[in-house]
């Protein structure tokens, strides 16, 4: 797992041990791939005013640090039909039995994101489903029969406001 440290004046990314700078132009080029990352290479060469072959060199160098860890497609899942978001608290009967139960929330799709936490919950998943009732057979039937969960917490989302990339 890499982590990073970020220094305001600098611009020094501390990525692990490895320390690697960035200027204006790496911060242009990171701003404008995270607001879109289908923008043209060569558009943003004409903006910072340097070639093609230079953005690519740099964004190579971005990836190379691990500052990149890669591009995606999102995916709408409100147009897929999946218009139930919840999170769920789950906890295990001992925390040996984190790794197993891991291994069978992988195999539930609409799982899209799993944390081992500290606090009252041993994991909090995130889960996508088409409707409160798909939600309600997901919970009774798949997660909570996983050897070793003793129960889960559930909480509904209501509405999203705020999902962004951290600001560099």
Not at 4 to 32: A, E, H, V
Request: glycine share 6%; charged share 25%.
């Amino acid at each position: 797992m890499s982590g990073f440290f970020y220094n305001f004046t600098s611009y020094t990314l501390q990525i692990m041990t490895k320390k690697f700078k960035i200027d204006g132009i790496d911060k242009i080029i990171i701003k404008r791939l995270v607001q879109d990352a289908r923008t043209p290479v060569l558009s943003i060469a004409r903006e910072v005013g340097i070639s093609g072959a230079a953005i690519h060199q740099r964004l190579r160098k971005l990836e190379d640090s691990d500052l990149i860890e890669g591009y995606k497609m999102v995916l709408n899942p409100k147009t897929l039909g999946y218009t139930t978001t919840a999170f769920v608290g789950v906890f295990l009967d001992a925390s040996s039995l984190y790794s197993s139960a891991i291994k069978r929330l992988k195999e539930i799709p609409e799982i899209v994101e799993s944390h081992y936490t500290t606090g009252n919950y041993a994991v909090f998943i995130k889960i996508m489903c088409k409707n409160n009732e798909d939600l309600m057979h997901l919970l009774n039937k798949d997660i909570q029969t996983i050897k070793g969960v003793s129960r889960t917490e559930t909480f509904i989302s209501l509405d999203q406001q705020i999902n962004r990339q951290i600001k560099i």
